[in-house]
């Protein structure tokens, strides 16, 4: 962005995924809809409570240096701003109800 170019703006394009596991179980139903609930370890049994999504990922940077042509040893500060849109999610549920 300038002739030292120590100054300089970074855009860019990613896909990320993110996994969660977690102690919510996300049920859907015709009547209420999807419902949350925590799940209580005396009632249900499970090996497996995974939430995951994928995300279409810009990221926008403005960076800036204290270099110069012809030194390489600089400080860099980085920052900005990442806008993300989900495109698909997944849950994954193995467990059952605990018999007394």
Do not use: C
Not at 33 to 48: L, N, R
Not at 95 to 100: D, F, L, N
Request: charge should be positive; charged fraction near 25%.
């Amino acid at each position: 962005m300038n002739k030292k170019r120590n100054h300089a703006i970074g855009v860019g394009l990613g896909l990320s995924l993110n996994s969660y596991n977690q102690n919510l179980l996300m049920r859907s139903s015709e009547d209420t809809g999807e419902t949350f609930q925590i799940i209580d370890d005396s009632q249900i049994e499970f090996s497996k409570n995974k939430f995951s999504t994928y995300m279409l990922e810009v990221p926008i940077e403005f960076r800036w240096r204290t270099s110069s042509p012809s030194e390489y040893k600089f400080w860099r500060i980085y920052t900005g701003l990442r806008l993300g849109y989900v495109v698909a999610s997944s849950s994954k549920f193995e467990g059952e109800p605990r018999e007394y």
